[in-house]
């Protein structure tokens, strides 16, 4: 049965569909609108919690081809406002499904909106950036109002939404990482459990609770929303920085970089795809990366403090950075992969030896320190 | 890492003509390998021996050699340019294979020779040499299938016995799957593996286990010399492992493969392109995967751009060819600008937001006695591409873009053929991949048996017949609804599904026209979207469109002149990359002249589907609903004006819709003047009255009236359908049994079915065949003062009778008079000045005796319009876009356009290349009917050389030792004693049937050796010798009529035994006399530049 719906953007624009997934509550979803270039992946992104307030578009019109499986949760439950899709598949076809995408988002509760001209939508969003937006079955007036209504991400702390409520333990080993839950994805988690026991812990963790357990090192994970809002986070960082090693991931990163007073601005789009290509200064070496962030590190914030070890080759912003004088990096994007390609995997490798070596800066693996390639 | 600075020539080896799974996607890449390197500053020196091809323009390299490609050619070659480097990564297997062959001899790839760039033979033996590629797979941990490699039947048996079967079995160094097949018994094995070890030129087979009904899929993996690898894209197969994958219908990206899966594939991938050590470039990478399992294997992987890597430069976007050939010398993919965004690096992975599919063409019709049973080894002889933003859309345009009378999945009057056969006969027909196959599956799920059944039955993907399944759901509603209950989301509905308006219209049963109109009403027109590589990520300016139905266009306003050229669509016999050529070259010379230039085509293989050929491309199908809809995008982009639209250059396909696009925006000759050419009773007409004789004959329809017309005209006649090209269904008819029975396959659903059938618009021709004629074709131009430029006579080597795209053809004419001569350019004036001819007119004569008749006109390009251009250096295909769009010859040769012809001093010869290898069940004898599927031209001082050369790029070696088998039919024998006495005098042994032996002794030709007829059960017979091994060459000319027992079995022989034949005497005495002329000398090799030079 067919569910007549329709997008509606703060600007005004309108897209026709039809609705999908779960009916929202009073026959509106809003949420910040923001798109992802990923080929396939569509239930990774879904459940990363880095999507939490936001309504994603997927750019690849056939959404749902291969249905959703119990081993491609990207986190407990699917954080993100709705879904956007050109096309959702009627049937699926995979070995690994267990059920289809449609089911899955209705049992989430969460709303999505098919037959929409992705292409015309993502096309604006690139040029205005991310925008709040409303869809459902209401009435058109009802969309616009709550379109205008919606506050966006910018100036909330959403990851006190996402965060684990109590800490948590994953793996075993002699190795002891402790990770901050901003949101964090499980395929990190499945790495950092690569590494050794992994101490999952709530956001609001304070450094001297984390050094309590004695840690190797500390992971910083992804999460959603602007890092300024993040302030708690932020402050324990700096408690930790030069008393064990530590690795951010994307909003992780964002935040070790605001602990050595760096700044953070919104991108006008954002990066969210699978295909980025990042340069390894070190080497020289291009990655190709997963990308799920709309905030970025200004460079020009954390000079004489961190060297930039990581370019985006398309827009030439910070991808990654090393402190200087303590043992401690990070990466904007996504290493783990979860969805996207595994070009990245060695920054584990890397948190590992980190943390298997004499705590201070000339620890650091060589190839993370550039100095003949300058920082940006 | 910047461009290396340390070498500064490169040589290009081309892929020759184009045969089945080696054809026009190695213009496209060698073109664009050939541009970027020049403008990087390198000198290009180029071979190929394919006139046809924009590559052998003299304007792409610096040296252009259109010699025969064989190692020892080649070899020459570089020692008179001495390259730094050669590039043999972009001239399909022909470049590979090549290059190896001077490898191992020492000539390319060891120090103080030319450097080999792209891939090194270590590199290319280990991707080539099937088992050496296992062994390094395994080694880095990747799956394949379990195998074993085989030299010898013993070897072989001993190998299945291990494995088991079915199993599948594969040739080394071969291209297109030649030779491969599946096997499921024991009898079968025997037969698949001794073919696979003929096939194979180093006698090598890999027995692998059988994988069909696997899913399929392929990964187009690039390389920098910084080990920076990246995937350009993915490809899954709707066909599963069984059918090879240029013959399947093909999907990008992959559809069913969840991340976690496809981030495997690519890690292997890459894995892959590593351990196989391709430095820089593009490779292609297959893999099978279990549907039940997942499980993956590697299936093989080519270390050189494709027809695969050509396809998904189509499909995303991103130039692979190009960007292979820049990193070749020395760039990293970080340091090149994506060509489509220019703002960000070629170093990434492009997304797309639309689905692409291929489906290819067969001409199984044309080749009596194969089975058009799919399977491992390829047999299409094209391709069509179609962009949809769903899978349904993107099915249904390719479908109606192949050109065989569909509209779409089914929906159309064709699927009557399928109404009456029951529906678990027709799921077990479907059951066998043949190319009717998805319209099978279409009516199977159409009938509702049901997604489960019929994926059980072709292991089709289940998600594939669902989305097909929605096609037939919403014709159903349609069906229900009715044209004018329709609203515009209704409209919206069925378009975004892919119904094409002449769908609806056979659905509604009302005119096309009527549908678009009510379509158009209910305000539901295409929208253009651009193909840009990072799926709107990012602006693109790259004008790359395709049609969907969708809120918003994306076509970008512009006020300059325009001019929109119709392609030529798939390759198919009769009609390949020569009307390619044409098209670009219009595009190339427009661009020029400042307009601007609008491409319609679907082919993905060709350079006119390059983005970068013309101002916009528009991938579409070339229908009229398609067509029309371009020229209203184009006329709304430039605020209401006009275009003009050029339908003469792509060869049938534009022309046939030639009458159904509005006449004034026609450029050039009007069509009215082409149907004038066309119809058989106005062409009588003319010609009467401008006194040119043509052989007698008349129009049918029916049998009756065609014996009305031999009851006048006497046999033999020639008979053919109207408004086809390639000699499609033209057969020489000796008697009223066969004049029957062609009439009969011409009419209804007879084998041209398909095509039309018969009708008072399309009758057939019947016309008195001339024996022994000479066979001469000109092309010319004429310009609307009327002055016309003769662009070049060419006489053919086979007589009358042999299709002339099948038959030899020599520039300039080498036995006929020059008055003959004279009078056919004077004939030629006289037509094109009757016809009004504004641009390129072809026309055909057989000279008999004295007496000049005319066979017929076609004013628009012919097959030859690229052979012209190269044997006199005279850009025909430019010249005449230009008169086309009013310039007169005067202002072009002012110009400098218009060069006189460099045609003194040499012969150019051009020959056609046949498919025979591929069919063993097909008889080689030449006819009316064109089955060649390329052709090579041979230039040298003296016809004989040329011929010699043209030969041996055809892949016909003339010997010069050895014993040449003779078998002639009666009316050929007197010619046979003059063979005779030349191979005795060139030192040859010659072997013959009694027949022939005796006729010969009579006149002094005694033979070493008589064989018996192979149909009297005789001891020792021909086919004994060829299989033996025992002669070098055949000459074996069919009698008049019948005679197909003897001869048909020694020439499929010869074929299956891969000894060159020739099957007229006409082309035996050119082959003596190339013989001679060669005998004892090296071949000598020049550039066209310097053939040229003025």
């Not at chain 1, 004695?214 to 030069?242: C, H, K």
């Not at chain 1, 760096?262 to 990042?278: A, C, I, S």
């Not at chain 2, 062959?101 to 590199?123: D, H, S």
């Not at chain 2, 994306?554 to 044409?582: A, K, W």
Request: proline share 5%; aromatic share 6%; net charge negative.
């Amino acid at each position: 049965m067919i569910r007549p719906a329709a997008l509606v953007l703060a600007d005004g624009s309108v897209f026709e569909g039809e609705l999908l997934g779960a009916e929202p509550a009073d026959g509106i979803a809003s949420g910040e609108v923001v798109f992802n270039t990923v080929l396939s992946g569509y239930q990774e992104v879904i459940t990363d919690p880095s999507y939490a307030g936001q309504i994603i578009t997927f750019t690849y019109p056939h959404i749902g081809n291969y249905g959703v499986n119990a081993s491609d949760f990207e986190s407990r439950r699917p954080f993100c406002r709705g879904v956007v899709v050109r096309d959702l598949a009627r049937r699926h076809s995979n070995q690994r499904a267990v059920a289809s995408l449609d089911a899955m988002l209705a049992h989430y509760g969460i709303s999505g909106i098919g037959g929409i001209d992705t292409r015309r939508l993502t096309r604006l969003l690139r040029d205005t950036g991310a925008m709040p937006g409303a869809f459902g079955t209401a009435s058109e007036s009802a969309l616009r109002a709550a379109a205008a209504a919606e506050p966006g991400t910018d100036g909330i702390d959403l990851v006190a939404e996402v965060t684990t409520a109590t800490a948590y333990t994953v793996g075993a080993g002699e190795r002891l990482v402790v990770a901050y839950d901003f949101g964090l994805k499980h395929s990190i988690l499945r790495d950092l459990a690569d590494l050794g026991r992994v101490e999952v812990v709530p956001a609001s963790t304070t450094a001297a609770e984390v050094l309590a357990r004695r840690p190797d090192g500390v992971f910083l994970s992804n999460g959603p929303g602007d890092p300024a809002e993040v302030g708690y986070a932020v402050e324990a960082i700096r408690g930790l920085l030069g008393e064990v090693p530590v690795f951010g991931i994307c909003l992780g990163h964002q935040l070790l970089s605001r602990a050595i007073g760096g700044e953070t601005f919104k991108l006008p789009f954002g990066h969210h795809g699978g295909n980025h290509p990042v340069r390894h200064e070190a080497t020289g070496r291009i990655e190709i990366t997963s990308q799920n962030h709309n905030f970025c590190v200004d460079p020009a914030s954390i000079a004489g403090r961190a060297e930039v070890t990581h370019l985006n080759l398309n827009d030439m912003t910070v991808e990654g950075l090393r402190v200087a004088g303590v043992p401690a990096f990070s990466v904007q994007y996504h290493p783990e992969a979860g969805p996207g390609p595994h070009d990245a995997k060695y920054l584990f490798a890397m948190f590992a030896e980190l943390m298997g070596g004499p705590r201070h800066a000339d620890a650091h693996p060589a190839d993370l320190i550039a100095p003949e390639r300058g920082v940006a | 890492m910047p461009k290396r600075t340390d070498i500064h020539s490169i040589l290009i080896i081309g892929s020759g003509p184009i045969v089945i799974g080696q054809a026009c996607e190695f213009d496209y890449s060698g073109t664009q390998a050939c541009r970027v390197l020049r403008e990087e500053g390198y000198r290009v020196i180029l071979v190929n021996s394919n006139p046809a091809t924009i590559m052998t323009d003299p304007d792409f390299a610096d040296a252009t050699y259109v010699e025969p490609i064989t190692w020892e050619v080649v070899a020459r070659i570089i020692e008179r340019e001495r390259p730094d480097a050669v590039l043999p990564t972009m001239g399909g297997q022909t470049g590979l294979n090549t290059a190896m062959a001077l490898f191992e001899r020492g000539i390319i790839g060891v120090p103080g020779t030319p450097e080999m760039i792209g891939a090194n033979a270590e590199a290319i033996a280990t991707a080539e040499d099937r088992e050496k590629f296992k062994q390094a797979m395994i080694e880095i941990g990747l799956a394949v299938p379990s195998s074993g490699t085989a030299h010898t039947m013993d070897e072989a048996r001993a190998v299945v016995a291990q494995i088991g079967l079915p199993c599948i079995i594969r040739p080394a160094y071969i291209l297109g799957g030649r030779g491969t097949g599946i096997a499921s018994t024991l009898d079968e094995f025997e037969k698949v593996a001794s073919n696979g070890l003929q096939a194979s030129p180093i006698s090598e087979i890999l027995i692998e286990k059988s994988i069909a009904g696997w899913k399929e899929y392929e990964l187009e993996v690039m390389r920098d010399r910084a080990d920076n690898c990246v995937i350009i894209c993915s490809i899954e197969n709707v066909d599963p492992m069984g059918v090879h994958t240029g013959d399947s219908i093909t999907v990008a990206p992959a559809q069913t493969l969840s991340d976690v899966e496809y981030q495997q594939m690519r890690d292997a991938a890459f894995a892959c392109i590593r351990r196989v050590g391709v430095e820089t470039g593009g490779s292609n990478v297959q893999f099978a995967v279990n549907p039940l399992t997942g499980e993956q294997v590697v299936i093989e992987m080519n270390p050189r751009v494709s027809r695969s890597s050509a396809l998904a430069s189509k499909a995303t976007g991103f130039p692979i060819a190009k960007m292979a050939a820049k990193l070749a010398v020395g760039y990293t993919l970080d340091e090149i600008p994506n060509d489509i965004t220019k703002m960000t690096p070629a170093s990434f992975e492009p997304s797309i937001d639309y689905v692409v599919t291929k489906v290819p063409r067969w001409a199984f019709e044309k080749l009596p006695g194969t089975t058009g049973v799919l399977g491992t080894q390829m047999q299409s002889v094209g391709e069509v591409m179609a962009i949809g933003r769903t899978f349904p859309e993107s099915l249904q345009k390719a479908l109606r873009s192949l050109e065989q009378g569909r509209f779409g999945l089914g929906c159309d009057p064709a699927e009557q053929q399928l109404a009456a056969i029951d529906d678990d006969t027709l799921l077990a027909t479907a059951s066998v991949a043949t190319p009717d196959r998805i319209q099978q599956v279409g009516e199977l799920l159409r009938r509702g048996l049901g997604i489960d059944r019929v994926h059980d039955a072709t292991r089709i993907d289940p998600w594939f017949l669902d989305q097909m399944s929605l096609i037939h759901e919403e014709r159903e509603v349609l069906a229900a609804t009715g044209p004018t209950a329709m609203d515009t989301r209704a409209w919206r509905r069925a378009k975004r599904l892919g119904f094409s308006d002449a769908q609806l219209a056979h659905l509604w049963q009302v005119d096309e026209l009527t549908v678009r109109a009510a379509r158009e009403a209910a305000g539901v027109i295409p929208t253009y979207k651009t193909v840009d590589t990072c799926a709107a990520e990012f602006d693109a300016s790259t004008p790359y469109h395709y049609s969907t139905y969708e809120d918003e266009d994306e076509v970008r306003p512009s006020d300059r002149p325009r001019v929109i050229i119709l392609g030529s669509g798939p390759n198919r016999i009769g009609q390949g990359i020569e009307f390619d050529y044409c098209c670009v070259h219009a595009s190339f010379s427009l661009r020029d002249a400042g307009y601007e230039t609008v491409m319609v085509n679907c082919n993905p293989e060709t350079v006119s589907t390059d983005y970068d050929t013309s101002d916009r491309l528009y991938f579409e199908p070339l229908t009229r609903e398609d067509v029309l809809n371009v020229i209203a995008a184009e006329q709304r982009a430039s605020g209401g004006v006009a275009p003009k639209v050029i339908v003469s250059l792509g060869g049938q396909t534009p022309l046939k819709l030639a009458g159904l696009l509005p006449v004034d925006l026609i450029a050039g000759t009007s069509p009215a003047s082409i149907d004038l050419a066309e119809d058989r009773e106005k062409w009588n007409a003319l010609c009467n009255e401008l006194q040119i004789p043509q052989p007698p004959g008349g129009t049918a329809t029916d049998l009756e009236q065609a014996l009305q017309i031999v009851d006048r005209i006497g046999f033999p006649v020639l008979v053919r359908p109207s408004y086809v090209l390639g000699g499609r269904a033209m057969q020489i008819v000796h008697d009223r049994n066969h004049l029957a029975r062609a009439m009969a396959e011409l009419a209804g659903f007879g084998s041209l079915g398909r095509e039309g059938g018969l009708s008072a618009e399309r009758p057939v021709l019947i016309d008195r065949f001339l024996e022994d004629a000479t066979e001469v074709d000109v092309d010319a131009i004429r310009d609307h003062t009327g002055d016309v430029l003769i662009g070049g006579v060419m006489e053919h080597v086979e007589e009358a009778g042999v299709h002339s795209g099948d038959s030899a053809c020599a520039i300039p004419p080498q036995t006929l008079p020059s008055w003959v001569v004279e009078v056919i350019e004077a004939y030629v004036r006289s037509i094109a000045g009757a016809l009004d001819v504004r641009g390129l007119i072809n026309v055909q004569f057989a000279v008999s005796g004295t007496t000049v008749y005319v066979i017929e006109a076609n004013p628009r390009a012919s097959r030859t319009v690229p052979f012209v251009a190269k044997a006199t250096g005279v850009p025909l295909a430019k010249v005449a876009t230009r008169v086309m769009l009013g310039a007169t010859l005067t202002e072009l040769r002012a110009e400098g356009l218009l060069r006189t012809p460099s045609e003194h001093g040499h012969v150019a010869i051009k020959e056609a290349v046949l498919p025979f290898s591929r069919f063993p069940e097909v008889d080689t004898a030449l006819g009316p009917e064109m089955r060649s599927t390329g052709e090579v031209m041979g230039i040298d001082s003296t016809f004989g050389k040329a011929f010699f050369k043209a030969e041996l790029a055809a892949g016909t070696v003339l010997p010069s030792t050895g014993t040449v088998f003779l078998s002639l039919a009666d009316g050929d024998k007197p010619a046979g004693i003059v063979v005779a006495k030349r191979l005795r005098q060139l030192g040859l042994g010659i072997a013959a049937t009694q027949g022939t032996a005796a006729y010969l002794a009579r006149f002094g030709q005694a033979v070493d050796l008589m064989v018996g007829k192979v149909s009297e059960g005789a001891e020792l017979t021909a086919v004994d010798l060829i299989a033996d091994g025992k002669v070098v060459f055949v000459i074996n000319t069919p009698q008049g009529r019948g005679g197909r027992t003897d001869g048909e079995q020694i020439r499929k022989a010869a074929n299956s035994h891969h000894v060159s034949s020739v099957t007229t005497v006409e082309a035996a005495l050119a082959a003596v006399q190339g013989m001679a002329e060669q005998a004892g000398r090296e071949i000598a090799v020049r550039s066209l530049q310097e053939y040229h030079a003025r």
